[in-house]
């Protein structure tokens, strides 16, 4: 073990050096003329002032957070077993976190223009831009990743569990330590996510009603004070959102999965830590994987289609995983493992790796039938726009609905055949084979925000036609890689909370959760409620910073004169401003809920009813995050179907006629669904889970009783006692 972990370090400076690389080589690519350079200046101005202004709100949150947890640490009693370290470990995860982020933003504020000025030459020159800044984040991302828990465990092991047993109470402390830093990730995650979801709906929602309904520009025009604004929203929400969501999801999945391997009891070749070792390894492998895959994504010419090049990379790099995987577990864990009196072989954990290998696969596939042009779903939002905005709100919401029952019964029956073949690790190291191709799957998802921005680009510059229909082919192929990005992140989120609520339970000593007994069936109602509050105030938030960009865009038509002439410049700066301060104001009290209602449940109620609130969040925030999400997805393209012409009982309509803006109408619904509330439900329920891991030792159950925090403050002294 002393030799072979340190490897996994060793995986992630890999991708971080393939990181450099290809941030150089996009970096140097031809950014067009002054035009277009000062219109991305603009972007990547607004886009680091926003990150600057949530940086700084978000320190005021992490600085106390990592006081009380160093308290927390210090705390002796039966089953605690922590350190003041965890503190540390925190806030590395925050900064990382938010690391992952910036790098994507910043690629991708690069990319777009250089993409926009490849328009010019082909659509194979702009795919190769474009994904290329996406692989920068999905490379930095798994590589950050990657290194910040190889590194952590390494030291961790070295200061408490040095020459002790995988079972020993030092061995837990150094994983309980570990935990920090997915909770510093997640927490970063969630307020990046939420924050950056909000800002970029409010720009998006403004710039839609007052420039394409009311003044009937096009989408993207110079003239519409929003658009910078909508175009800084593509890079925080869908891109440094979108980073810090994975980067959470793919450290959470991980620990998960070596905390349930610490409580395995082995005999192999590594001092009995193969069950720990092997999700970072497959990580490491699934970076390697998806790394060889950026190359095979490429186009030959105008008629090529972009979205068999992607599926290519995201499909080979699965199958290298698939191979790789089945020599790690072979090479690695001893034939026979037992968890928590469940038997199982080594070749019983590959089967589940191929399980939660195929349950990716098929979300991704199942999702993008639901949200791409020219399928049943989509289509049958165009018609129904034929007949006015209402029946378009009807027909999202329905096609919205129905999206949540295959994945559903995907998850389903990976989660019995994932435990059929290795118990509850073999559900969690599902998990971790879904996530090994992470840095692929950002690829694929930043490549979609990078398009729709060199397509802004193109048309504030007014750029040739042409390059706004290679710009529009990437785009429309974007908006389905990003909601099959945001199916999968569901679907592993979905894998990684059963995993997480499996440690909780065992650390918090509970065996059983009894939804016979009335507070534990109270606390799965009260979880399966927090999904609706949380979108509700998502989604309320979108709507008030849109009415302040409405007003504000309103205001700049009538009283600069000279703006739909071309002769005065829209003050774009205000509009930016606008987003900025209502997405960092209004982020606020949907994180709250998220981190607080665990760790107030769990002190006043105890374990199993905390037991059962997380059960009641996790189905309902499945459903929730799918519905939202492909209903967004699906109006989206329904919307986007009208620029090529749509035929409507026997009739063509395109941009500018009624059915359009019946399409528009469902649209600006779907921009929150889809960008904000939606993608915001893994997080949530990965979130609430890590929560309750950490404070589980302070509320486990010992003899019967509920243990508490000795010297604790009075309100927790009270409510942590029956």
Request: net charge negative; with cysteine; aromatic share 8%.
């Amino acid at each position: 073990m002393d030799s072979i972990v340190y490897l996994v370090p060793a995986f992630g400076i890999v991708g971080l050096l393939y990181t450099a690389w290809k941030f150089s080589w996009v970096s140097k690519q031809d950014a067009g003329n002054d035009t277009m350079k000062e219109l991305s200046g603009y972007i990547a101005d607004g886009a680091i002032a926003f990150l600057k202004a949530e940086w700084k709100i978000l320190a005021y949150f992490a600085i106390p957070t990592a006081i009380l947890l160093a308290w927390l640490g210090n705390q002796e009693g039966p089953g605690f077993h922590s350190s003041p370290l965890i503190a540390v470990a925190f806030l590395i995860g925050a900064i990382f976190s938010a690391t992952a982020g910036y790098i994507g933003m910043i690629v991708a504020t690069k990319a777009n223009v250089r993409t926009a000025e490849a328009a010019r030459t082909s659509l194979a020159k702009a795919l190769s831009v474009s994904f290329t800044g996406g692989s920068v984040m999905g490379m930095g991302v798994a590589g950050l990743a990657i290194l910040g828990l190889g590194g952590l465990f390494i030291t961790f092991y070295q200061i408490f569990a040095q020459g002790h047993a995988l079972t020993s109470n030092e061995m837990k402390t150094a994983i309980e330590v570990l935990a920090g830093f997915s909770l510093g990730a997640e927490s970063i995650a969630l307020f990046a996510r939420v924050g950056g979801g909000i800002y970029t709906k409010a720009a998006d929602v403004g710039a839609d009603l007052v420039g394409k309904v009311e003044a009937g520009i096009p989408e993207d025009d110079v003239r519409n004070p929003a658009t910078i604004a909508d175009n800084v929203g593509d890079n925080v929400g869908d891109v440094a959102g979108m980073g810090a969501d994975l980067f959470g999801s793919y450290v959470a999945t991980i620990l998960a999965t070596m905390v349930l391997g610490q409580e395995i009891e082995v005999s192999d070749n590594y001092g009995g830590f193969s069950p720990v070792l092997l999700p970072m390894l497959i990580a490491g492998v699934g970076l390697l994987a998806s790394l060889v895959s950026t190359f095979f994504v490429r186009i030959k010419d105008e008629t090529s289609s972009v979205q068999n090049a992607l599926n290519t990379g995201n499909y080979l790099s699965i199958a290298i995983t698939f191979v790789t995987s089945y020599f790690l577990v072979k090479n690695i864990l001893p034939e026979t493992l037992v968890l928590r009196g469940f038997s199982f072989t080594a070749m019983d954990v590959f089967y589940s790796i191929i399980v939660g290998l195929v349950v990716g696969t098929l979300m991704s596939i199942i999702t993008e039938y639901y949200t791409a042009m020219g399928k049943r779903p989509v289509d049958s939002i165009v018609q129904k726009s034929g007949t006015g905005h209402a029946t378009n709100i009807i027909g999202g919401l329905a096609v919205g609905m129905e999206s949540t029952v295959l994945p559903i019964l995907v998850l389903a029956a990976g989660i019995y055949f994932s435990y059929f073949f290795a118990g509850i690790y073999g559900v969690s190291i599902a998990a971790a084979g879904m996530m090994a191709t992470t840095a692929m799957q950002l690829a694929i998802d930043a490549f979609g925000p990078i398009a729709d921005n060199a397509g802004g680009i193109a048309e504030m510059s007014q750029l040739p036609a042409e390059v706004r229909e290679r710009t529009d082919n990437l785009d429309a192929v974007g908006n389905t890689t990003a909601a099959t990005g945001k199916g999968f992140a569901i679907a592993s989120a979905a894998l990684t909370s059963l995993a997480l609520f499996a440690a909780f339970v065992g650390i918090s000593g509970i065996t059983q959760i009894d939804i016979y007994k009335a507070d534990v069936l109270a606390g799965l109602f009260v979880g399966g409620m927090i999904p609706f509050i949380f979108s509700a105030l998502c989604i309320s938030a979108v709507g008030k910073a849109a009415m302040e960009m409405v007003n504000e865009v309103r205001r700049q038509f009538r009283e600069i004169p000279g703006i739909m002439e071309y002769k005065a410049k829209p003050e774009y700066e205000k509009c930016v401003a606008i987003s900025t301060e209502a997405s960092i104001r209004q982020m606020m009290l949907p994180g709250a809920i998220a981190l607080s209602v665990p760790v107030i449940v769990g002190f006043i109620m105890g374990p199993e009813v905390l037991g059962g609130l997380l059960a009641g969040v996790t189905v309902s925030g499945v459903l929730m995050g799918i519905f939202q999400s492909n209903a967004g997805g699906a109006w989206d393209n329904a919307k986007k179907s009208f620029e090529k012409g749509v035929l409507i009982d026997g009739v063509t309509y395109k941009k500018g006629s009624e059915p359009h803006k019946a399409a528009v109408t469902g649209d600006t619904v779907g921009d929150p669904f889809k960008d904000t509330s939606g993608p915001s439900m893994n997080i949530l329920i990965k979130l609430m889970s890590i929560v309750s891991l950490v404070i589980a030792p302070y509320i486990a159950k010992t003899d019967g009783k509920v243990s508490h925090v000795e010297k604790a403050p009075i309100v927790m002294k009270v409510v942590a006692k029956k």
